[in-house]
């Protein structure tokens, strides 16, 4: 039966995987209309009913247990998720998704700083080799690294923090308030800075996607922006029941599948393929992962 589960976990995982990375490839096109942030705020506005009434639908709740828990875990993850939606506007998915799925191995890294917990040799190899896949599929110089190269490493990092979070303080909480959650403090994250950027627009370049304020759009914008909405909604619902009923270590495995079909999606898409250096740093990113979570789950049962 266990097993049954585990199968059925597994696709809804690479599910949720094939939609997000296929949605994601369209925020490109969406930076050239409007910024990060009139986009964040469309998208939480579209997709708050729609989580509204698939948790009516579904008899779920969206009412938190613990709304300052909730509080704090929504900021934080939201916070990585801002910066990856941010590299979005200037890096493909592929690369973009590379930082974000550095969080198991920041885990690592936090649990032994702010928890004193002892890393052990493979753990140490595998987030090594993990950042080494990071730095090729990122193409980073270590020696040129600035804030917006290390922005999908930063994204990651919160996003890994978030994951301690949920997993310490907020296992109890139904995923639909967990996605609620994500989905309104996105929004409320995007009127300011929409606001200021409005008013005291910036002459940034390189920032433009992030740096821009509200200006009129076209229908092409609202609909990849539904689509992203609907898109994010029926993912983030696949994913929560996938962790509802598979084993977390068994399913973050192919949480890793979001790489590949990234990169699928952009060749078929736009017609751009990835180099070998690209291959082997997905490759890596996926096998260290793979192994931290599934050596790491064995070591907690």
Not at 202 to 219: D, H, T
């Amino acid at each position: 039966m266990k097993y049954n589960q585990n199968i059925s976990a597994a696709v809804l995982a690479i599910g949720a995987s094939a939609i997000l990375s296929f949605i994601d490839n369209f925020v490109a096109e969406i930076s050239e209309e409007a910024g990060l942030w009139q986009f964040q705020l469309t998208r939480t506005l579209m997709a708050l009913p729609l989580l509204y009434l698939g948790s009516r639908v579904f008899k779920a709740s969206i009412l938190p247990s613990n709304i300052k828990l909730l509080t704090i875990r929504s900021v934080i993850v939201s916070a990585g998720l801002l910066m990856y939606f941010a590299t979005l506007g200037f890096l493909p998915v592929t690369q973009a998704a590379a930082g974000l799925f550095t969080a198991p191995i920041w885990v690592l890294i936090f649990s032994a700083t702010l928890f004193s917990h002892r890393l052990e040799a493979w753990q140490i190899l595998a987030t090594l080799g993990g950042f080494a896949g990071v730095l090729m599929l990122l193409k980073i110089d270590p020696r040129s690294i600035n804030l917006l190269t290390s922005l999908p490493l930063i994204a990651g990092a919160f996003y890994g923090l978030g994951m301690m979070i949920t997993r310490h303080w907020c296992a109890s909480e139904n995923p639909a308030s967990l996605a609620f959650g994500i989905f309104l403090t996105m929004g409320v994250f995007s009127i300011l800075p929409l606001t200021y950027f409005t008013f005291w627009p910036s002459n940034g370049e390189i920032s433009l996607f992030i740096m821009r304020g509200y200006q009129p759009v076209s229908q092409t914008f609202y609909w990849l922006t539904l689509l992203q909405a609907v898109g994010s909604v029926i993912a983030v619902s696949l994913i929560s029941q996938a962790y509802r009923f598979g084993d977390p270590t068994y399913v973050a495995v192919f949480e890793y599948s979001f790489l590949i079909f990234a990169a699928i999606w952009t060749f078929l898409l736009w017609n751009k393929g990835i180099g070998i250096d690209s291959a082997i740093g997905i490759a890596l990113i996926i096998f260290c992962g793979s192994v931290i979570a599934i050596i790491g789950g064995k070591r907690k049962n």
